[in-house]
C-alpha cells in the first residue's frame, strides 16, 4: 500500500496527517511535478480529488459524506476548490462566503472532504488576502478559521502550512496625509501626477492581454485516444498492477501501468480496445514508467471496475473527445500545478444506459464520442471514470 504525493498538493498532505490511521499504514513518497497517485486494496487511483475519496473510504467513511446527495457535493466542493487562477480563487470564496450564511460547513451540518480539501487548496490564498478582503469575505474568512483550529497543529506543519491569523474586525481607516508647517496638506507638484500616470499606462502596455483572464479548464485540453492492448503482463514488483503495451498509432506501443489486477483477468485485458488518457506527465509507479492512463468506470459500490469501450470500428490512435467540444485543442502535456484532469475528473461518468461522458456544472451530460459514435461499459451504470 502506497501513496505517491504531489510536492505542490498540501490538501492532500493535509488530509493525511488529519487521519493518523492512514498515515501509519501507507508508505507516502514525495513527487515533484506529477499527479498524486493511490495505490490501496487492488484500488489504483490519481489525482487529489480521486486519492482523498479513496483514503476516506478505507480510513474515514464519515468524511466522504453520509448520504449520496452529500457525497455528490463533497465532490462538487472538492472540484471547485482545485480551480487555482486568480480570478477562480476569488470567485470561489465569494461562493462560499454566500453559501456559508446561514451554515457552518461546505455540505450539511459536519466537517468534510470539502472542508479539508478546500482549506488545503485556498490556504496560500487566504494568506494574500488584505484585512480588508478578509472583511469583505466574512463568511469564508470565519470557515476558514474553524477549519485551522479544528484541524492538529501538528497535521497543519505537516502539510506545510500555518495558522493564519484572521480578525473580522473592519480595519482601521487609512490616515490623511499629515499636513505641511503651513497647517494644510502637502500638495503634490502637477508634474507629480502626470509621471505617476505615464508610470501607470507603461505597466499596463507591459502586461500581456493573456494574464489579465485565465484559461478556462474545459475537458477537450484532455487528449484522449483510442487504444489497443497487444500485450500485458504482471508488475514484477506490485502484485496489484498490470504493465500494459497499448498501441495508440504512434511508432511504438505506449507503456501503461495499471492497477487492475483485482478487477479484470489477465486474459481479459489481452487485445482489448480502450480509451486512454495520453498526456499526463509520464510517472514512475513501483519502478516502471507509465506514459498514459487507460480509462475504466468503477460501479457505485466500488466493486466492478469495467474498461470505457470505444464503439465499434475504432482504430488505434483515433480521437476521442466529449460532445460539444470537438473543435478543442488537447494540451501536449498537461502540467500537474493546474490540475486540469483533477477538475474535470469528478463529472465523468457513465449514465443510465452505460454510455460514458461529463457532467458540466450545469449538470449537462456530454457524450465520449468516436467519430460521433458513444463510447460504453459492459455493465456499469452511473459509475465514475478515472
Not at 487511483?45 to 475519496?53: H, L
Not at 497499448?246 to 482489448?272: A, C, H, K, W
Request: charged letters at 25%.
Amino acid at each position: 500500500m502506497s501513496a505517491s504525493i504531489s510536492s505542490n498538493d498540501p490538501a492532500l498532505k493535509l488530509l493525511l496527517a488529519f487521519i493518523p490511521e492512514a498515515e501509519q499504514a501507507l508508505s507516502v513518497d514525495s513527487v515533484a511535478d506529477q499527479l498524486s497517485q493511490l495505490s490501496l486494496n487492488g484500488h489504483h487511483v490519481e489525482g487529489t480529488n480521486a486519492v482523498a475519496q479513496l483514503l476516506a473510504a478505507t480510513y474515514n467513511e464519515s468524511l466522504a459524506g453520509a448520504t449520496d446527495a452529500d457525497k455528490a457535493e463533497v465532490s462538487q466542493w472538492m472540484t471547485m476548490s482545485a480551480r487555482h487562477g486568480p480570478s477562480e480563487r476569488q470567485i470561489f470564496a465569494q461562493t462560499i462566503n454566500d453559501h456559508l450564511a446561514d451554515k457552518t460547513y461546505l455540505v450539511s451540518n459536519y466537517l468534510s472532504l470539502a472542508d479539508l480539501i478546500a482549506f488545503g487548496n485556498v490556504h496560500a490564498f487566504m494568506e494574500s488576502l488584505s484585512s480588508q478582503k478578509r472583511f469583505n469575505w466574512s463568511g469564508f474568512s470565519r470557515w476558514f478559521d474553524l477549519i485551522q483550529h479544528t484541524v492538529p497543529a501538528g497535521a497543519l506543519a505537516k502539510a506545510g502550512l500555518k495558522v493564519i491569523e484572521i480578525d473580522l474586525n473592519a480595519p482601521a481607516p487609512a490616515k490623511k496625509q499629515v499636513a505641511a508647517a503651513g497647517g494644510k496638506a502637502e500638495q503634490p507638484t502637477s508634474a507629480e501626477p502626470k509621471a505617476a500616470k505615464q508610470e501607470k499606462k507603461e505597466k499596463e502596455k507591459k502586461q500581456p492581454a493573456a494574464a489579465k483572464e485565465e484559461a478556462k479548464i474545459v475537458p477537450s485540453m484532455i487528449d484522449l485516444r483510442v487504444g489497443h492492448i497487444v500485450d500485458v503482463q504482471k508488475h514484477p514488483d506490485a502484485d496489484s498492477l498490470y504493465v500494459e503495451k497499448i498501441d495508440v498509432g504512434e511508432d511504438e506501443p505506449r507503456t501503461v501501468v495499471s492497477g487492475l489486477v483485482r478487477f479484470i483477468p489477465i486474459e481479459q485485458m489481452q487485445n482489448r480496445d480502450v480509451v486512454l488518457v495520453c498526456n499526463l506527465k509520464p510517472a514512475a509507479m513501483r519502478g516502471v514508467k507509465s506514459f498514459a492512463m487507460v480509462l475504466c468506470a468503477t460501479s457505485t459500490d466500488g466493486n466492478t471496475v469495467e474498461f470505457v469501450e470505444p464503439p465499434k470500428g475504432s482504430k488505434p490512435g483515433d480521437r476521442v473527445y466529449f460532445e460539444g467540444y470537438e473543435s478543442g485543442t488537447p494540451e501536449e502535456v498537461l502540467k500537474p500545478k493546474q490540475k486540469v484532469f483533477e477538475t474535470i475528473q469528478p463529472g465523468l461518468f457513465t449514465d443510465d444506459n452505460r454510455k460514458a461522458g461529463w457532467y458540466d456544472e450545469q449538470k449537462v451530460f456530454h457524450k465520449l464520442l468516436v467519430g460521433g459514435q458513444v463510447c460504453t461499459t459492459a455493465t456499469v451504470v452511473k459509475g465514475s471514470l478515472k
